[in-house]
């Protein structure tokens, strides 16, 4: 039998979208498959990576973890709408200027959470941005250059989205 699809409808990257998803769909897969916004990645099955970030109601979530149901009158944003009208977001600025990515599969989360937690944070320093990326996984850099790059901005005195 097959299984009835479930209305939702959610702002996406700044425009509201419906859509009809299977009630088991994942929100990263919805996102990527159904939105072709394949900035989420899919990094592990065991939710630590934190390449699926994306952000629901400003905050950093992991998309593999949510449902896309949940998605439900919310707020999402993507990497793909993090940039400005003038250009890309100061922490992709900033990611760019210290070389923080390689391989660059880790980045569309590193640089959704480092907007959380210039949101949310009352100060970043390397200690509180080291912790702040606790969930989030790169083969490549050594995080030292990740966390300049988002210190800088902090120092920038740039909050969040
Ligand atoms: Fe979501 Fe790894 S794919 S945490
Ligand atoms: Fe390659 Fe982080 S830049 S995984």
């Given at each position: 039998?097959?299984?009835?699809?479930?209305?939702?409808?959610?702002?996406?990257n700044g425009r509201p979208v419906q859509a009809e998803v299977e009630p088991r769909a994942l929100l990263v897969h919805h996102l990527?498959?159904?939105?072709?916004l394949v900035g989420a990645h899919v990094g592990c099955?065991?939710?630590?990576?934190g390449a699926c970030a994306v952000?629901?109601?400003?905050?950093?979530?992991?998309?593999?973890?949510?449902?896309?149901?949940?998605?439900?009158?919310?707020d999402i944003v993507t990497i793909e709408g993090v940039a400005g009208p003038d250009g890309?977001?100061?922490?992709q600025e900033a990611l760019h200027r210290h070389h923080g990515l390689q391989c660059g599969f880790c980045t569309p989360g590193m640089v959704i959470c480092a907007i959380d937690m210039l949101a949310t944070e009352e100060s970043l320093?390397?200690?509180?941005?080291?912790?702040?990326?606790?969930?989030?996984?790169?083969?490549?850099?050594?995080?030292?250059?990740?966390?300049?790059?988002?210190?800088?901005?902090?120092?920038s005195g740039t909050k969040g989205a």
């Open positions: 039998m097959k299984t009835a699809l479930v209305p939702i409808s959610f702002v996406l990527r498959e159904d939105h072709r099955d065991t939710s630590q990576c952000l629901l109601n400003g905050r950093a979530v992991k998309a593999c973890t949510l449902l896309a149901v949940q998605a439900d009158g919310a890309l977001h100061p922490v320093d390397e200690s509180t941005i080291r912790h702040g990326l606790a969930g989030n996984i790169c083969r490549c850099t050594g995080y030292q250059t990740i966390v300049d790059a988002i210190a800088e901005v902090a120092a």
